[in-house]
């Protein structure tokens, strides 16, 4: 009897990147028509309840990004094993938690540094406080902020700038220019133009202490908790402030 080829390695391609890129596209333009549709039916609906609505339709876009990433490795024979994602261990739990005080002096000192040179000295603002359009009241709000910012958001973002776009770097260029690119990437994913360019600097360090971790420990679980430990903290913080 003939032995079975070998099957060919894994490997991640460029077109993987589409259905991602296409799938939350047309995700933001789903929730864009309906909440035009909602504005124009029930304006005062709208008005009053803002805040939920806009949490909801920002987990929706989510929800659309995932199922791209669904779709970009279903041809993967195990997706998980493949990017290092599986249920965190006591030890990445506690190099998390090692990590996050170092990230804080470093996201502290970029953020300085960034408002004296593209802020004027000011104090660089957070995306965090966008995610409340009203004066935050009650805790199932603050619940579906976690859910976006804790939860989707890191899982999502993580999969695709550190386990896909960080990988096919790595896999054509040497490790810094991996981490920087995918970096800078993930920096212009979050910097926005509304709020302060001088974020940039800021989310782009962010991502270069993703990847790097992600490029050390091999698992894609300990950038994903260092991502969502950050904007956790972030995220009650914010609620905290506004709700008093």
Do not use: K
């Amino acid at each position: 009897m003939a032995l079975a080829p070998p099957r060919p390695e894994q490997r991640l391609r460029w077109l993987d990147l589409i259905p991602v890129l296409v799938f939350t596209v047309l995700g933001i333009l789903l929730i864009f028509l309906l909440l035009v549709v909602l504005a124009r039916s029930n304006r005062a609906l709208v008005r009053a309840n803002s805040e939920t609505i806009a949490l909801s339709a920002t987990l929706v876009v989510y929800l659309a990004f995932g199922a791209g990433l669904v779709v970009a490795l279903r041809r993967l024979r195990a997706p998980l094993h493949f990017l290092g994602l599986h249920w965190p261990t006591l030890p990445e739990l506690g190099l998390t938690l090692v990590l996050i005080v170092p990230w804080y002096i470093g996201v502290a000192l970029v953020s300085a540094i960034s408002s004296v040179l593209l802020n004027g000295g000011r104090l660089v603002p957070g995306n965090t406080q966008q995610l409340f359009l009203q004066h935050p009241h009650g805790l199932g709000i603050l619940v579906l902020a976690l859910l976006v910012t804790a939860v989707a958001a890191p899982l999502c973002e993580e999969v695709f700038f550190r386990g896909m776009l960080f990988r096919l770097l790595r896999a054509r260029g040497p490790l810094w220019a991996a981490v920087l690119v995918s970096a800078l990437a993930f920096g212009l994913a979050h910097a926005s133009p509304a709020v302060s360019l001088a974020l940039l600097p800021v989310f782009t360090f962010m991502g270069i202490v993703l990847a790097a971790t992600y490029a050390w420990t091999g698992s894609l679980t300990s950038s994903v908790l260092l991502h969502a430990l950050n904007n956790a903290v972030g995220t009650v913080a914010v609620y905290s402030v506004l709700s008093r």
